[in-house]
């Protein structure tokens, strides 16, 4: 576990992770996000697979980043927010670039915030924030502890401040988390980032 020193090493990317209750979470977080952020981030909510995602939609103009579904095959640019599309996998690979990927659903889950962690560890490794926020199970303690190990910086939502906790205990549980913070302490903690 480390202080807030940490937060002024060097962060290449952020992946955050949340389902019930992560819309609610990111409304204060993502307009936290400074305007020259120089780090990409990723986004995996879980999302009804049968529907269209609003997530762009509702975002974009409540962040001053650019807010866009990811595509297959794209390279990954700086400064940009990036929300996983229903029923596909998004995972991070060499170049940096996004892949999409309908493999089998984890934790009942396609998009799995695990897959996405665990890929941007492997990419990234000590220069990755992973963000866990509220959610109704266990996906994501795996993929924060692969980041954990991979020496990059976790946060997680503290679990009394969580809409529905599951989510941020199962990743407690997993692994230690470098902070664990309420959305506000998050989004301040966002707002130092160069």
Known sequence: MRGADAIKERIDAIVVGGSAGAVEALAI?????????????FIVLHLPREHPSLLVEIFRSKCSLPVKEAEDKEPVQAGTVYFAPPDYHLLLDRGPQLSLSVDEPVH??????????????DLYGARLMGIILSGANADGAAGLAAVHGAGGLTIVQEPGSAQVPVMALSALERSPADFVLSLEQIAALLRTLP
């Open 29 to 41: 977080l993502l307009p936290a996000l400074p305007r020259h952020l120089q780090a990409a981030v």
């Open 108 to 121: 009942f889950s396609r998009p799995s915030v695990d897959v996405l962690f665990e890929s941007a560890a």
